[in-house]
């Protein structure tokens, strides 16, 4: 488990790490129209000058034109073919950029955040970690209960094999059968003890990281308050220049919308779980709690017996008549 949680925090760290520090994407300018796109317009060429050509006008030869390599007679009619191909001055193609998605999304609004976004994100990468690992730890929880084991020893107990009810509750990973197998090893010196001892022992490791979560569920909500805070006192400090006066504001204020929103999203984000473990600790408190008086009360109920039948039946003596 706990590799499982150094291995999620550094994944989680690099990855949100690398997605702030990356550069903003560029702003790809509008594109020219070709040349090709614009539609032709018929130029009128004038005695003694070049006819202008359409690149993207058909090849046209008209009847009786000369073969190429043969001058052309006097006054004859000349029609230029060419085909539309890229010149060396013509720009190249260039292609559309893609659409920005999630991921600029968020890289921008880390950096509209201010330098208050760097604690809030710590903070988001150990709440995040704690309730996968937390997540893991019940889920396993849940699979090594053994309802039917318990029910077996309580059976062994009350026919009096205590020895059998010990080989039962050996070995088990329930939390509720190791305390009862602490408790029958230990019934000689002190059973009330050694089930306080072992039921500790496992509230401790069922509610490990409940204070990360509360402390992260309060620390989360007022760092949000204070990116607040200097967003507005960046907003303010720009009021006196008439030029920067309008972007400055907005940037200022954009900066305390974005860290109060996150500072709130993960203390809702860590609240639901808290409340979740810390339901599920008492629950578990519970069933330790019903494990160890029953255990206690069988086991008082067994030793009054056996001395009982130690000390044999109490001899009954009655006062004789006298005449």
Do not use: Y
Not at 87 to 95: M, R, Y
Not at 175 to 193: E, I
């Amino acid at each position: 488990m706990k590799t499982l949680l150094i291995a999620c925090l550094c994944s989680l760290a690099l990855t949100l790490t690398s997605l702030a520090q990356s550069p903003a994407p560029p702003q790809t300018a509008p594109l020219g129209v070709s040349p090709a796109a614009s539609p032709a317009a018929p130029l009128a060429a004038s005695p003694g000058a070049p006819a202008a050509v359409n690149p993207a006008a058909p090849a046209q030869l008209p009847t009786g034109s000369a073969p190429p390599g043969v001058p052309a007679a006097p006054g004859a009619t000349i029609t230029a073919t060419l085909s539309p191909a890229p010149t060396a001055g013509s720009p190249a193609p260039v292609a559309e950029a893609a659409p920005a998605g999630a991921t600029n999304w968020l890289i921008d609004n880390f950096r509209k955040g201010g330098p208050i976004m760097w604690p809030i994100l710590i903070v988001s990468i150990i709440g995040l970690t704690v309730v996968i690992e937390r997540v893991f730890w019940w889920t396993g929880r849940w699979f090594r209960r053994d309802p039917k084991r318990i029910e077996k020893v309580f059976t062994a107990i009350e026919t009096g094999d205590v020895t059998e009810a010990s080989r039962l509750s050996r070995g088990s990973r329930d939390p509720v059968l190791r305390m009862m197998w602490n408790g029958l090893n230990h019934q000689h010196a002190s059973l009330q003890g050694a089930l306080q001892v072992a039921a500790g022992i496992e509230i401790k490791r069922a509610g490990r990281f409940l204070v990360v979560m509360d402390t992260l569920v309060t620390l989360a909500p007022l760092l949000g308050l204070l990116g607040t805070i200097t967003g507005l006192i960046r907003s303010f400090s720009f009021l006196g220049n008439e030029e920067l006066a309008v972007q400055a504001v907005t940037g200022g204020i954009a900066e305390a919308l974005i860290a109060t929103a996150c500072g709130l999203g993960i203390a809702i984000f860590s609240l639901v779980p808290f409340n979740f473990f810390t339901s599920r600790v008492s629950n578990l408190e519970f069933e330790l709690q019903t494990a160890a008086t029953n255990l206690e009360v069988m086991l008082g109920a067994q030793t009054a017996a056996r001395e009982m039948e130690i000390a044999g039946p109490t001899p009954t003596t009655g006062k004789g008549s006298s005449i």
